[in-house]
């Protein structure tokens, strides 16, 4: 693949966990996806917990947004009820990444067989910036981060970010 049209962009992440019962000192997922975003030389610009409330969501996503172009949701993907994550974020993106949820759901079927068809992990834009709305579990956010988001967020900043 030509990486002719590729720019250099100082990726600055952010990390939302969204879930109603999780403290910071019990965010495995969080602590993961700070592990790896470190391991990649990169620093999270702002982390925060909030509980599955499209309101709350919203506004955090805002904040992160005033101080990071790739944020990374994780929780409140699922089929249950109090699930929001998305029913908040999508409506806010600008542009739909499709791929993401395809390729994340495709590689997740490795460990969660036809289960995964329970998963509604999506990606999109919002003015300029890269958000990933990814499921909670551990197992669900090193795929997610490892495999797809860290090895093309550059790529996808490039573009979102041209003038």
Do not use: W
């Not at 993961?32 to 309101?55: C, H, M, W």
């Not at 499709?98 to 999506?122: C, K, N």
Request: net charge negative; charged share 25%.
């Amino acid at each position: 693949m030509s990486k002719e049209h590729r720019r250099k962009v100082e990726v600055r992440p952010a990390i939302i966990t969204v879930s109603t019962t999780r403290t910071e000192a019990e965010d495995l997922s969080g602590e993961t996806i700070k592990t790896l975003l470190n391991e990649a030389g990169l620093s999270p610009v702002f982390y925060r917990i909030v509980p599955d409330q499209d309101e709350a969501i919203q506004q955090t996503l805002f904040e992160a947004m005033s101080e990071g172009n790739c944020i990374i949701i994780n929780g409140g993907t699922g089929l249950t009820p109090d699930d929001r994550t998305i029913e908040a974020v999508r409506p806010l993106l600008d542009k739909e990444m499709d791929g993401f949820g395809e390729i994340f759901r495709q590689y997740s079927t490795r460990e969660v067989g036809t289960a995964v068809i329970l998963s509604r992990a999506t990606a999109g834009l919002i003015s300029g910036c890269a958000v990933f709305c990814i499921p909670g579990s551990t197992k669900a956010v090193r795929l997610a981060v490892s495999e797809i988001i860290l090895p093309e967020i550059g790529h996808i900043l490039s573009h979102a970010q041209k003038k």
